[in-house]
């Protein structure tokens, strides 16, 4: 049983189009993330949720839209593709907003061509 | 601000310890992470250190942390091939609402 799962695991799209990675958990957490691993290996905060609601928006572009339909999804949405967006995303999740540790899925490559 | 600060590479050869080291600037942090990344894969808790703790081993792990300077370590005895990822030190951010992740330290192993 995977616990934190991500689709598609590749996306490859041309500049310009609108895509969108879905995240799904089934800890039964209710803090979920999602993070940019940029090709460096940087890892960067891009959004955190508690309960379906938005408590961090690292100052991403408004072009990232997330969108938590129940505790257990937190999708991300991307309109208007740009070549630096590239990447992959990882999305992760944990229990509560205290000191717990954090389970990541798998990534999703975006390639943006 | 908050900052977590690692080395990008380190190399050891097979059957040696490897010591990869980070610094932190969150006084405040209460838990540490390690995270491990082999290639094309997602993020694997490796282990995790309270901040009132000075040291934890777990196996071949050690961890040290020197909560005056900042710094934490985390040691792998006896290295072998699959240890070979990227090892990335984390905090909790003061206000527990996110992890902040070092630039990863690359370890490659030479026979």
């Known amino acids: 049983d995977t616990a934190v799962s991500q689709t598609p695991k590749y996306l490859v799209t041309q500049m310009g189009n609108d895509k969108s990675i879905k995240c799904e958990q089934n800890?039964?957490?209710?803090?979920m993330y999602w993070y940019k691993q940029d090709s460096k290996k940087f890892l960067k905060i891009m959004f955190s949720?508690?309960?379906?609601?938005?408590?961090i928006n690292e100052t991403v572009p408004n072009r990232f839209s997330p969108k938590s339909p129940d505790k257990a999804h937190l999708n991300l949405h991307i309109n208007s593709l740009e070549l630096g967006d590239s990447a992959v995303y990882f999305c992760?999740?944990?229990?509560?907003?205290?000191?717990?540790?954090?389970?990541f899925g798998q990534g999703t490559r975006l390639t943006v061509v | 601000g908050e900052d977590v600060e690692q080395s990008l590479f380190l190399s050891v050869r097979e059957g040696d310890s490897s010591v990869i080291n980070c610094t932190y600037t969150?006084?405040?942090?209460?838990?540490l992470y390690w995270y491990k990344q082999e290639p094309g894969a997602g993020l694997q808790l490796l282990t995790y250190?309270?901040?009132?703790?000075d040291m934890k081993q777990d196996q071949r792990l050690t961890v040290l942390l020197n909560k005056k300077d900042k710094h934490l370590s985390l040691r792998i005895a006896d290295t072998q091939t699959g240890d070979s990822a990227i090892y990335f030190c984390?905090?909790?951010?003061?206000?527990?609402?996110?992890?902040?992740f070092g630039s990863g330290t690359r370890l490659s192993i030479r026979p």
């Open positions: 992760a999740s944990r229990r509560g907003t205290r000191i717990t540790e954090a389970f």
């Open positions: 969150d006084s405040s942090s209460t838990y």
């Open positions: 984390a905090e909790i951010s003061s206000s527990a609402s996110k992890i902040i």
């Open positions: 800890l039964g957490h209710d803090t």
């Open positions: 250190i309270f901040s009132n703790m």
């Open positions: 949720y508690n309960n379906k609601e938005l408590i």
